[in-house]
Each structure stands twice: as C-alpha cells, then as structure tokens.
C-alpha cells in the first residue's frame, strides 16, 4: 500500500496568514492526488485533483503543487471559513489511501 | 444537481451484517467511466476506503476489508449497497459513499454520510 504523510499534524494560523502544507508518499505516484477539507460533523469537499487543478468552483487562494512523492497545498490569505482539517489522497493505485489529515486552526 | 444519500441503521451489534445503501441522482451508473464507492472514517480519525464499484460492474476492494464486503449496483433504482459482515465495535464509523470517474480523478461529490455504531 502507499503511505501517504501528511506534516505538520496541527498548524495554527490567522486570518490573513498564507500557510503551507505538505503530503509525502512511500512511491511515486505522478499526480494522481487530490485535496480535501472537512469541517467538523461534515462531508469532506474537493479542493484540489491531479496534484494542482482547482475544482470548479474553488477559492483561488487554494493552491497545489508537486508531483511523484512529495506535495504542498498552500492557502495564501486566510478566510475565517478555511480553518478544517485538509487531508491528501492518491489515487495512483488501489487500494486508495489518504493522509492523516492537516488540522488548521486559529 | 448531482447528490448521493447514504441510509443504513444506526447500531448494530458485534458480529452482525451491516448493509449500507447510497441512493444517488444526477448522474447514471449505465455512463461509462462512473463508479461509486464507500469511505469510512472513524470518530476522530482519518479517512479509510472500502469499496468501489464502476458502470461495467468492475469491483475493487480494501485489502485489509476484502473478506468482509460485497459492492453491488442495481441501476433501475440508482443505488449501490456494500455489505460488510462480523461487524466489530472498531468498525463504528461515519460511512460516506462517493462518486468517481475511472482512473486518476478524484471523489468528487460527497454523500453527507451515515454514522454506524458497533455496540452490544
């Protein structure tokens, strides 16, 4: 199976603050990986496929970036409405598997 | 407007069969490429994958669960139902099913999920 890492596990932050995130792989998964944040008692939502697509519809403050093992989502300019947790996922090959979430809090 | 709605009850009690159904709209299991599947995350905890099952009936299961489901569609009623059997109290968990197209592309709509309690 691949591992998927995500770091740090809790990140504190502010309004405004850009923050980065990462997601490490135990292989090279090209950029079959996505992005999504889960706010408390809900559904997790898409924020980001293939590594770096936006999905339809998504803030363009939300970014991603890289490709084989090691990825970054970045959120530059902090809403009130982003503090979730942020979990990675790779869909290379099955079994799917996802990181163990980025916690963002005030 | 495309929506997945999973049902299933609430508690059942250790070594039990659970039956989840996803009923969904917008969007066919007959469409090639379409596929929905099952997640799973326990309270507290990160996100696990189950099951998946696409429009030519392909099926793929979690390894570690393999033994313990079953995937099935019926696509006159727009459902898929996953079975998972000698149910554990480590199993109680918020259950979501999902939608996906084959290959790289993400689960991109959500059901609002379903939370499963294992309990005597």
């Known amino acids: 199976d691949i591992q998927l890492t995500q770091s740090p596990s809790f990140l504190a932050a502010s309004v405004g603050d850009r923050v980065t995130m990462t997601c490490r792989a135990s292989q090279g998964i090209g950029t079959a990986l996505a992005w999504y944040q889960q706010k408390p008692g809900k559904a997790p939502k898409l924020l980001i496929y293939g590594a770096s697509t936006l999905q339809h519809g998504g803030p363009s403050r939300f970014s991603g970036s890289g490709s084989g093992t090691e990825f970054t989502l970045t959120l530059s300019g902090l809403q009130p409405e982003d503090f979730a947790t942020y979990y990675c996922h790779q869909l290379n090959s099955y079994p799917w598997t996802f990181g163990q979430g980025t916690r963002v809090e005030i | 407007q495309i929506t997945l709605k999973e049902s299933s009850p609430t508690l059942v009690k250790p070594t039990q069969t659970l039956t989840l159904t996803c009923t969904f709209s917008?969007?066919?299991?007959?469409?090639?490429?379409?596929?929905v599947g099952w997640i799973r995350q326990p309270p507290g905890k990160a996100l696990e994958w189950l099951a998946v099952?696409?429009?030519?009936?392909?099926?793929q299961y979690s390894p570690s669960l393999k033994n313990r489901l079953t995937i099935t569609k019926d696509t006159s009623k727009n459902q898929v139902v996953l079975t998972m059997t000698n149910m554990d109290p480590g199993d109680t968990a918020t259950y979501y099913c999902?939608?996906?197209?084959?290959?790289?592309?993400?689960?991109?709509?959500w059901g609002e999920g379903t939370l499963v309690t294992v309990s005597s």
């Open positions: 099952v696409y429009w030519d009936d392909d099926k």
């Open positions: 999902v939608r996906k197209y084959t290959g790289y592309y993400p689960l991109d709509y």
């Open positions: 917008g969007f066919s299991l007959t469409t090639r490429g379409v596929g």
